[in-house]
């Protein structure tokens, strides 16, 4: 085949450093949610929708053919935490957590994994962040240590 194709969606999740509540204002979210579209355009990984709390991110994206999901995140992280920082005072100390979960969606579970992440804060009246991760690592099938994975 001449052409390479793809159409991988990646539902990606990671939490501010020790969870820190820096995104409290809707208006800090909405604006890290857009810039997020703009990074991950760059990087041909289109954003289908963004959501979260004051202490995390959900991204369901399209997964570039040539960039992967390390590098994709490492920039995102990178760049929206330069960004963040600039944008009030409130968020000079601003950090993201060191790791990050990246969990693949088919197409036919697409919407319900984007009215998931569109939920977000109705969501975790009920459950909180650590919660929330455990259930989806379990969900897929991903073992991890409770140990070393918040930071």
Not at 40 to 57: F, Q
Not at 82 to 103: H, N, P, R, S, V
């Amino acid at each position: 085949m001449p052409q390479s194709l793809s159409n991988l969606l990646v539902h990606l999740i990671f939490s501010t450093k020790e969870r820190r509540p820096f995104l409290r204002t809707v208006a800090h979210r909405a604006a890290l949610q857009r810039y997020f579209g703009d990074v991950s355009a760059r990087l041909d990984c289109p954003v289908v929708c963004v959501g979260g709390t004051a202490d995390h991110v959900h991204c369901l994206a399209r997964q570039a053919r040539t960039v992967t999901v390390a590098e994709w995140v490492k920039e995102l992280k990178r760049v929206s935490s330069q960004w963040a920082k600039t944008q009030d005072a409130a968020l000079e100390a601003f950090q993201w957590q060191a790791g990050y979960a990246a969990f693949s969606v088919s197409q036919s579970l697409s919407r319900r994994v984007q009215q998931y992440i569109e939920r977000q804060e109705e969501h975790h009246r009920r459950f909180d962040f650590q919660m929330e991760l455990r259930k989806m690592l379990a969900a897929h099938g991903v073992e991890y240590d409770e140990r070393c994975i918040w930071d």
